[in-house]
């Protein structure tokens, strides 16, 4: 009797060593899969709907080995909102439109120029379309980045982070918009708009990050 109560205590404790064993490889196993999603959605800054306010589209976008230049589009001043086509940002990827030609940016240039592009999530991202230290206007997509046309400052299209170039600093300053799928346009608000002023140049910021 004493050897076969013996062999059950061993059994036992074999057991619930083994027990021990498996909970600690499901924790380490379950730990694992939430890092790997919570860098995924740090780095991306936009892999889940609904991570911030942007608008999606429902899918994503393939941009590997693309290069796209803005196609440019007339904008349409509906009730103090400025108004964009949803379906023709959804054909171009990014588009450019001139909100007022008279606007004075400084250094002579007037012209207040307006972006809309989709991200690699297929999300809507707003923008004034001007860096502030070359004053360009024109922005390409290439790959996954933007890229200023004059300086070829390159930012993640994700959130504009500077990456490398002269002025990554100085994205495309982000628009509040709103989206009426009604309508199938994309508005931003005229007074947003008329108080948007250029922001304050830093020559020392310009050297931090190289091509």
């Given amino acids: 009797m004493a050897k076969l109560n013996e062999k059950k205590a061993r059994f ?17 196993f379950v730990s694992v899969l939430i890092l790997g999603i919570a860098v995924m959605i740090l780095s991306t800054r936009e892999a889940i709907p609904g991570f911030d306010n942007k608008y999606s589209i ?24 400025v108004s964009i086509s949803l379906e023709d940002l959804k054909k171009s ?15 002579g240039q007037k012209g207040l120029p307006l972006m809309a592009y989709l991200t690699p999530a297929g999300r809507i991202t707003v923008a004034v379309s001007f860096c502030e230290p070359c004053y360009s206007r024109k922005f ?11 300086c070829n400052t390159r930012w993640a299209m994700a959130d504009l982070t500077g990456l490398s170039g ?23 608000e005229e007074t947003e708009l008329k108080d948007w002023k250029p922001r304050d140049y830093d020559a020392s910021t310009t050297s931090e990050m190289k091509k």
Avoid: F, H
């Fill in 93 to 107: 990827s990014i588009l450019y439109l001139m909100y007022d030609p008279n606007y004075d940016v400084g250094n």
């Fill in 12 to 28: 036992e404790a074999v057991y619930q060593q083994s027990r021990r064993r498996k909970k600690i490889v499901l924790s380490a």
């Fill in 140 to 150: 390409r997509i290439e790959g996954d980045v933007l890229v200023c046309n004059v």
């Fill in 166 to 188: 002269g002025c990554p600093k100085y994205p495309p300053d982000e628009l509040n918009y709103t989206v009426e799928e009604s309508t199938g346009k994309i508005y931003v």
């Fill in 58 to 81: 429902g899918k994503s976008m393939d941009y590997k080995n693309q290069k796209i230049e803005m196609t440019e589009v007339t904008p349409t001043i509906e009730d103090g909102r």
